[in-house]
């Protein structure tokens, strides 16, 4: 029994060492960046941490903000899980964002759950049939989902800047910003903690994890998409559609970042602005890399991240470094993820006695 | 009539230019068998390197040096985690975009102070009489990058296909164990041929910033980087293939500005997605005829 928990301390251990090593490598990198850039790092990463853990409305922001890049996290793992390179989320979370902007504004006698439901239902299967696009394109033509889904993103954001430039403006706001009306009170999700900003989109996000997770472990279908995930011949041989499988992972890849969009835009902004989502396709992919695509894995980096991004104002308001030293910080904790190699402990000791490293 | 078709081929021309250049220079990646998606941010890089430096030494061409040398320096990382740690070319590619976006809005706000400042561009070279020509003159009143663009066509198609140095990459891309047997570095090769594409990205960013128009704005590169991706596919990874490719889409954004100016009714909007449709329409068309190196996207692990 005791053996048994050593044992399991032992292998989270050796599991979490790589990402924790990786993270405090960034932030030392980051901090020399910062020191030459003239700031202070000190002051910086306490904005930054007390900004996004200090109290109960910083963690409130943090989940908030972790919501929807866990949900594009997803979008991206699923994909992959299934030898799919989904690069377009961000597309896909303006197109679940736009249909449940439509729904959410114009559906105007369903009770609260029920709107908020079907408001869901549906950026999840717009977001979805975006995403299945890319992979019809690969079965039919063999076009390389890197070029595609990146294409889509754009066309999908210069879509949304067309339709709340026109279709769906707010005409009776006076902003000089072109904007979509605002989402009917019976459309945005609640605030689920006192004193706190967070909303119902965790569950949302909750809900989501351990749909991954089922679908990938305990189905039929998600063991031929993880077959086909690590070799694609061996997948055909035993007979699985590779084609079939390829549409229905990014099927619910697109869903998933759908969903991401329509959290954000029920629980955060409330309406769509212009640029008011980018960037959150891209976090996600960053999560997932960082999670290994694994269910456990993706919950806690979007969490990291969302600390990340809701610290990312009172770091600069404390420090003057700007936000956007986070993207800094987020592509290297991911480049040292990818290269875990550096930090083997096993290799370090090989080479300091000067023995042969492949 | 005549004007308006001199200036659409001039934009044509000077829209096709940065896909060109940062194309050129992945004939060379791709063929030994990189897949990089992180052009776009070296792209973005070399944009932002190219203002800074025309703003510290007041010369465009001093600008350019440093985009270029930057930028290289920028693909080592690329190089480096693909290279020497095996990484996922892809993951590693996107990692550098987000990276590039960080440190390109950080250097800009410091440097830049969130002021757009005069900076010297590239000035147009005008050729002597061949800019008289009806039409086609104003094809010859470009500038030097933009000229260089197209000379570099012959002389990479010709290092490509008949020099030891070319067929070198080209083995790399297709059997990276075999050329490692032959005596053929798969490590340098790969390494040279990433920091060429990184010195060219840098420059085509630069021609973004300060040939087309003059300052940095941030995510001004919006896509370019994988429209080059695109390029070289469509362009059957030869050098000539990537200039019509590069063409083909500086039409497509040059006939966007041209429907935007004359007023059609089609929103604006709109019209900006023409260019990537144009990408998606032509990668759908064109990938079964052609096909990448048969390592594309693999690490080597020499054994």
């Given at each position: 029994m005791e053996d048994n928990k050593a044992g399991k301390v032992r292998s989270f251990l050796i599991a979490a060492y790589y990402p924790i090593v990786s993270i405090l490598a960034s932030f030392v990198i980051a901090g020399i960046i910062m020191q030459v850039l003239g700031f202070s790092p000190y002051e910086a990463f306490k904005g930054l941490i007390s900004g996004s853990l200090g109290n109960k409305r910083a963690w409130g922001e943090t989940l908030n903000k972790a919501v929807p890049i866990a949900l594009t996290g997803l979008s991206y793992a699923i994909a992959k899980r299934c030898g799919v390179i989904n690069l377009g989320a961000e597309g896909q979370v303006y197109a679940g964002a736009l249909c449940a902007v439509l729904v959410g504004t114009e559906i105007d006698f369903l009770p609260a759950p029920l709107h908020i439901l079907l408001t869901l239902i549906v950026a999840f299967i717009g977001g979805a049939l975006y995403g299945a696009i890319p992979a019809i394109l690969k079965n039919r033509f063999g076009a390389s989902e890197l070029i595609t889904t990146i294409m889509f993103n754009y066309i999908a954001l210069y879509f949304v800047h067309f339709m709340i430039a026109g279709p769906i403006k707010d005409y009776s706001s006076t902003s000089n910003f072109a904007q979509s009306k605002a989402m009917l009170v019976t459309a945005r999700l609640p605030r689920i903690l006192p004193g706190t900003r967070l909303h119902a989109g965790l569950f949302v996000a909750v809900a989501a994890l351990l749909f991954f997770q089922f679908i990938l472990f305990h189905t039929t279908r998600g063991y031929e998409m993880r077959v086909i995930g690590l070799n694609q011949n061996a997948g055909e041989y035993a007979g699985i559609n590779v084609h079939k499988n390829r549409i229905l992972s990014m099927f619910i890849a697109g869903g998933f970042a759908g969903l991401g969009g329509a959290c954000e835009l029920m629980g955060v902004q409330l309406r769509i602005m212009e640029n008011a989502f980018n960037g959150l396709g891209f976090d996600g992919i960053a999560v997932a890399l960082l999670g290994g695509n694994t269910t456990g894995g993706i919950a806690a980096s979007s969490i990291l991240f969302g600390a990340l991004s809701s610290g990312a104002n009172k770091m600069q308001m404390k420090s003057g470094v700007p936000t956007a030293t986070v993207y800094i910080l987020q592509g290297l904790v991911i480049l040292f993820v990818i290269g875990k190699r550096l930090f083997d402990i096993r290799r370090m000791k090989r080479t300091a006695m000067g023995g042969a490293v492949k | 009539m005549i004007e308006t078709l001199s200036s659409f081929l001039s934009s044509t021309v000077r829209m096709a230019t940065p896909l060109l250049i940062a194309g050129l220079g992945l004939v060379f990646s791709a063929n030994a068998g990189i897949v990089n998606?992180?052009?776009?941010?070296?792209?973005?890089?070399?944009?932002?390197?190219?203002?800074?430096?025309?703003?510290?030494?007041?010369?465009?061409?001093?600008?350019?040096?440093?985009?270029?040398?930057?930028?290289?320096?920028?693909?080592?990382?690329?190089?480096?985690?693909?290279?020497?740690?095996?990484?996922?070319?892809?993951?590693?590619?996107?990692?550098?975009?987000?990276?590039?976006?960080?440190?390109?809005?950080?250097?800009?706000?410091?440097?830049?102070?969130?002021?757009?400042?005069?900076?010297?561009?590239?000035?147009?070279?005008?050729?002597?009489?061949?800019?008289?020509?009806?039409?086609?003159?104003?094809?010859?009143?470009?500038?030097?990058?933009?000229?260089?663009?197209?000379?570099?066509?012959?002389?990479?198609?010709?290092?490509?296909?008949?020099?030891?140095?070319?067929?070198?990459?080209?083995a790399v891309g297709e059997n990276p164990r075999a050329s490692d047997t032959v005596g053929i570095s798969v490590k340098w090769t790969r390494w040279w041929t990433i920091l060429l594409s990184g010195a060219l990205s840098g420059l085509a960013g630069a021609f973004m910033s300060m040939g087309q128009v003059r300052f940095f704005s941030e995510g001004m590169i919006s896509g370019k980087g994988y429209m080059a991706l695109a390029v070289i596919v469509l362009g059957g990874y030869t050098a000539f293939g990537v200039l019509w490719a590069s063409l083909i889409f500086g039409v497509g954004m040059a006939l966007q500005f041209r429907l935007q100016v004359l007023n059609t009714g089609i929103p604006y909007q709109i019209l900006t997605m023409l260019p990537y449709v144009i990408t998606l329409v032509a990668v759908c068309g064109v990938n079964s005829k052609t096909r990448g190196p048969a390592s594309s996207g693999e690490p080597y692990i020499k054994e």
């Open positions: - | 998606i992180g052009i776009e941010g070296f792209m973005l890089f070399g944009a932002l390197m190219g203002c800074a430096g025309s703003y510290w030494t007041g010369s465009a061409l001093f600008g350019a040096l440093i985009a270029i040398l930057s930028t290289m320096l920028f693909s080592a990382i690329f190089a480096y985690f693909t290279i020497n740690q095996y990484a996922d070319q892809t993951v590693v590619g996107a990692a550098i975009n987000i990276l590039a976006s960080g440190i390109t809005i950080t250097l800009n706000r410091l440097v830049f102070e969130g002021k757009v400042p005069a900076i010297s561009g590239f000035e147009s070279l005008h050729i002597p009489f061949l800019e008289k020509l009806p039409i086609i003159g104003i094809l010859f009143q470009q500038s030097l990058v933009c000229y260089l663009a197209f000379v570099l066509v012959p002389v990479v198609a010709y290092v490509m296909r008949k020099t030891h140095l070319g067929l070198q990459v080209l």
